[in-house]
């Protein structure tokens, strides 16, 4: 997280500076802009400083030489003045030398005539010069002006910027500080990570060590035991049986039993379409009662005549594909195989359509030019020509897009399984445009039967079959619609349960693929019906639990158990001996009770009643011996046969049989004890078994455990070198970038500090002039 926000603020930071270094680069350009600018005003102003002077040395010149000419003018008046006295004076003697004077009059007139125009001459080229010079120095004065507040603008520009680069400076200053810290931090998490890594890859070695061994182990048993791996090859996996979603199966079967209802109720529909428009036929435009119809509505009657032979079987496609829909099967495009059957019989009745679409267009045409039809039932019947053509091209597209869902249980290399997502979603367009063709069929019939019932040739028959078509036509509209609305509904369950293979798989599974997993599927559940029995008398939850807390708890070994069986059998056998003998002492017991019974009877016959209680207290201690005998269930039981007629042998005999009942319940009862004793020994041994499975089930995840945290260890060990690298790579980067900031900011600020020196120069100079 550190470092994530540290490089952001270094972007966010980079940014700006970027964007100042930008801003700097602009601001550097015009001030050399306008350095060059002020250079050339600089040597414009130069040379017109010179021009100015060279005016000013010429204006001068033409001064002192305006004054030695007035001084000169002024001489020659003063001269005039004197020799015009003189003249006066001597004028007689001054004509002869007055054509002189004359001639240097004329002279001196016209030299000065000529100062005058070159003084005027010269005075215009001096006044021009002067208004030159203003204008010039009004120009220079406002571009002096404008200069300095650009100059002023940009220097408030510098100091913002200087502002600006001293408070980032700043920033960088204590974002470094910051840095600093951080990479200290960051240093000592460094060095104990690196220490963690040195843990690690002594844990690392060990458990490699074990791992190692344990993987030989298991793979010496894997190539022993494992005869192939199913997983490898995709036609193998084509073969496993997939789970049971019982779900799934019962909302599939639901949705065919509504998906047979809407095609039960279109088929309906269709079949009394057809009915009725043979009917129509019939009636008009010629009523074949009356008149004999065209051979053309003959061979389209004809035609519709045989339209069960294609509609029926639509239904009964639909039928066998619900059928073949049970709560066993699993229900994908590759399996189901109806669906095929299905395509094949909408192709015919498709083919149906093709065959009577010419002759229904005539039909129409033929009314159309019949003297009974009007404009508006012209119309109409052109509108019901349309749509007749729509509704087959529309039968069409949906038999294409049935016949592409059909391929799979068919031909899997067809198309690509996520291709048949916008097969699936045509077919849905499809269905909603069939329900729009129909309902712009519903409307034009409509409009054709209530104009054709105002005509006045209309009979009852015509009006009553018209009546008929159009409710025919009313109930293909909602069934079309209910259809669509109904696929619309399901389109997502329909894309999620394409093929029952795997979903990275781009293909479906090929037919006899799926035929054999299905009759895997079948075997299993054979298989499994045959597994369920009725579950003996398990012991009570909590009193399993107690047992299992003992036997798990017990301390005693598997030899002791043993043991303790082995006792346990011996006394068995033991026992088993001792019936035997018992049962071999009641056998002779029998025999000499028999002879006693024999004898006395005989001894009866002879002697009196005395005798008879003497002989009947000796055979009861002979009996009472006789019942010291164990184990004589089976001979005691037999009725012992006495031709005694006395009550006394009577009595006595049940004595002997009580006896021996008494006798015969205690060794059942030590036997049923033996038999509890084997039973006992026998769950114990069961218990120590499942005690010794449930050890291995521990020791098979404990290695388990061990192969994920060796794994996580090895993935944790990758992630602290990326970790260690990428906090090397950013100290690194930190470092570098913090340099290359503190060069660009040593360089930024020389730079500004030459714009200053430079702008103050600039300011100096345009206050100077």
Same mark, same amino acid.
């Given at each position: 997280m550190a470092s994530a926000e540290l490089q952001g603020k270094y972007q966010k930071l980079a940014q700006e500076y970027s964007k100042l270094r930008a801003q700097n680069q602009v601001l550097k350009k015009g001030v050399v802009d306008e350095q060059a600018n002020s250079a050339a005003l600089k040597e414009q102003l130069k040379m017109k400083e010179q021009s100015l002077r060279k005016l000013q040395q010429e204006m001068d010149s033409l001064t002192f030489r305006n004054l030695q000419l007035a001084k000169r003018v002024e001489l020659l008046q003063d001269e005039l003045a004197l020799s015009e006295p003189r003249g006066k004076k001597n004028k007689k003697s001054g004509e002869s030398s007055s054509q002189l004077s004359q001639e240097q009059k004329s002279v001196f007139d016209e030299d000065l005539q000529k100062k005058i125009e070159e003084n005027e001459r010269l005075h215009i080229q001096f006044f021009e010069a002067d208004e030159q010079h203003k204008h010039v120095e009004a120009e220079l004065r406002s571009r002096l002006a404008t200069l300095e507040t650009e100059a002023a603008q940009h220097q408030a520009v510098v100091d913002g910027l200087t502002r600006k680069y001293m408070e980032t400076i700043e920033k960088l200053q204590n974002d470094k500080a910051k840095l600093e810290v951080k990479s200290q931090t960051l240093e000592k998490e460094a060095k104990e990570c690196r220490l963690r890594t040195e843990e690690c890859q002594l844990q690392l070695k060990n458990l490699h060590e074990d791992l190692s061994g344990r993987?030989?182990?298991?793979?010496?048993?894997?190539?022993?035991?494992?005869?192939?791996?199913?997983?490898?090859?995709?036609?193998?996996?084509?073969?496993?049986?997939?789970?049971?979603n019982r779900r799934h199966q019962l909302k599939m079967r639901d949705i065919a039993g509504q998906a047979l209802a809407f095609v039960q109720d279109l088929v309906t529909a269709l079949l009394n379409f057809h009915t009725y428009t043979e009917q129509r036929i019939q009636i008009f435009p010629v009523d074949s009662a009356i008149d004999t119809i065209s051979p053309l509505n003959q061979k389209f009657s004809q035609y519709l005549h045989e339209n069960a032979s294609y509609v029926r079987p639509l239904e009964e496609g639909m039928l066998h594909l619900f059928e073949s829909i049970t709560e066993d099967t699993v229900t994908v495009l590759e399996t189901t195989v109806k669906l095929k059957t299905f395509s094949e019989h909408l192709t015919s009745y498709i083919c149906f359509l093709r065959k009577i679409l010419p002759y229904q267009l005539k039909s129409l045409e033929e009314e159309c030019e019949s003297s009974l039809c009007t404009s508006a039932l012209r119309a109409r019947n052109l509108e019901l020509s349309q749509d007749m053509k729509k509704m087959t091209a529309v039968f069409e597209k949906?038999?294409?897009?049935?016949?592409?869902?059909?391929?799979?249980?068919?031909?899997p290399d067809g198309l690509l399984r996520t291709n048949y997502s916008s097969v699936l979603t045509n077919v849905g367009a499809a269905l909603h445009g069939f329900h729009d063709v129909m309902k712009d069929i519903s409307k034009h019939y409509s409009q054709k039967a209530t104009i054709e019932h105002e005509l006045p040739t209309a009979t009852q028959k015509l009006i009553t079959t018209n009546d008929c078509i159009l409710s025919s036509v009313v109930a293909l509209t909602n069934g079309a619609g209910k259809i669509a609305s109904f696929f619309s509904n399901n389109l997502d369950y329909f894309i999620a349960s394409l093929s029952y293979g795997s979903k990275a798989a781009s293909g479906f599974i090929s037919p006899l693929s799926a035929e054999c997993m299905l009759q895997n599927k079948k075997k299993a559940a054979a298989y499994m019906k045959s597994l369920r029995k009725p579950l003996l008398e398990s012991v009570p939850y909590e009193e399993a639990l107690a047992n299992r807390r003992i036997l798990l708890s017990s301390t005693e070994s598997r030899e002791g158990l043993a043991q303790q069986v082995q006792q346990s059998l011996e006394k068995i056998s033991k026992l088993e001996q001792e019936k035997e003998h018992w049962m071999l002492e009641a056998q002779l017991a029998k025999i000499k009770l028999e002879k006693e019974n024999q004898r006395i009877a005989d001894k009866l016959k002879n002697t009196g009643s005395a005798q008879l209680v003497g002989l009947a207290q000796? *055979? +009861? &201690?002979?009996? *009472? +011996? &006789?019942?010291?005998?164990?184990a004589t269930a089976k001979a005691v039981l037999e009725p012992i046969q006495s031709t005694s007629v006395f009550p006394d042998v009577e009595s006595r005999e049940d004595l002997i049989k009580n006896h021996y009942m008494a006798r015969i319940v205690e060794l059942t009862s030590q036997l049923q004890l033996a038999d509890s004793k084997s039973v006992h020994f026998y769950a114990?041994?069961?218990?120590l078994s499942k005690r010794l499975a449930l050890a291995e089930k521990s020791k098979e995840a404990l290695t388990e455990e061990m192969k994920l945290a060796s794994q996580n260890i090895s993935r944790l060990q990758d992630e602290l070198t990326?970790?260690?690298?990428?906090?090397?790579?950013?100290?690194?980067?930190?470092?570098?970038?913090?340099?290359?900031?503190?060069?660009?900011?040593?360089?930024?600020r020389e730079e500004i500090d030459t714009l200053k020196m430079s702008s103050k120069g600039n300011s100096k100079k345009n206050k100077s002039r």
């Open positions: 993987l030989e182990e298991s793979l010496s048993i894997i190539n022993e035991k494992v005869p192939f791996n199913d997983t490898k090859y995709s036609q193998y996996n084509a073969l496993n049986v997939p789970l049971h949906l038999q294409t897009y049935i016949a592409l869902l059909a391929l799979p249980s068919t031909e000796e *055979n +009861a &201690a002979v009996s *009472n +011996a &006789a019942g010291q005998d164990e114990e041994c069961r218990a990326t970790t260690k690298r990428s906090y090397e790579d950013q100290l690194s980067m930190m470092s570098d970038h913090l340099c290359s900031m503190n060069e660009t900011l040593s360089k930024q």
